[in-house]
């Protein structure tokens, strides 16, 4: 099969959709890959390096579309891309139809396969190709809140980890799953007093089993959020309701209640935020300040660390994009259910019925 990937064209957007490891294991099962110049420049990633591996570097992300059977990129296809696509192609990605009418209706009527990244989804629910992000970000909430506390940043002036003789910050993380664990880690890691919340007693046992007595588990309630809110230095907010609006769970007068100089870094931005005073940020402006408390709200927070992100990405998705080129696509998702979720668009049909139900379309599920 011909594997292609472009350079993304979004916006700061740093990451790439294969890694010179991944370029190998396609050539050695045959197939050929074609990478558009410099499209792994953003991630540290060289021509030479993806020339080494076996791929042939194309000049245009033309060639690369034109030619390729297999697209795969990181972002949903935008502007020249969507004229670009043709039928019979797969295209491997992050999707995110149902919130985008145009590109849904593009892939419909192009005829394109449209594999979302995140629809791809293992028998227990996990959706394992939006973990990594998640364990990204989750990692930097506590490296960009650090950052927010310092003076500069109209934060308190509080190192994390205090030092001798003097307490450390008090952080707590709302949400115990991918991002809020991955947060804790990272935060006792430094030296910081830690407190985690969920709703599911599940998620505190597994915390505190693997934390030991280095965290304070609590359940999430509004009394225990509002005393522990007041408490904190940096408040981190990780929580996800699956398909739905996150719960407010951080009202206004909990952020004025905080002492001026703490910080927010809320990472449910995009499903509206935990926050009341939560609005979307970008890197270039990060944060803002309501009642004195620093606010971060960056919605693509892996985008600050395009190199982690594109090596973590890739270690999660290639296995799947191998399987589609050696197998071929109606084998592929024949034999494995999870992929088989992921296919959002198909000869023409929407397949998947959360992205029909959101434009009153209608839907052709896939066979098993
Ligand atoms: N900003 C970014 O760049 C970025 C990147 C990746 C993920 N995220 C966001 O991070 C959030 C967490 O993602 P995840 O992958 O860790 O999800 P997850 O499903 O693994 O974890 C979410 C947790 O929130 C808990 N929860 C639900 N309601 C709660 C409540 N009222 N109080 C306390 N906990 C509650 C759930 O029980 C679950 O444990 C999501 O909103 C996701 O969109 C943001």
Redesign the pocket.
Known sequence: MIVGVPKEIKTDERRVALVPAGVSAFVSHGHTVLIEKSAGVGSGILDAEYRAAGAQIVQKADRVWTDAELVVKVKEPLGRELRLMRDGQIVFTYLHLASNERLTKALKRRGVTGIAYETIQLDDGSLPL??P??EV??RLSIQKGAHCLESVSGGRGVLLGGVSGVKPANVLI???????FNACYIAVGMGAHVTI????SK?LRYVHDVMGGHVTTLM?NRANIGEEVAAADLVVG?????GAR??V?VTRAMVKAMQPGSAIVD?????GGCCATTKPTTHSDPTYLVSDVVHYC?????GAVPRTSTYGLTNVTTGYALALANRGFERAVHEDAALRKGVNTHAGEITHPAVAKAFGMSCTELAA
Request: charged share 10%.
């Open positions: 939006l973990m992000m998640s970000a989750g709302l949400g115990a799953g991918v991002a809020g919340m969920d709703i599911v998620k999430s990780s929580v996800l309701v699956p996150t719960d769970l990472l449910a931005v995009d499903q960056v919605a693509n927070m892996p």
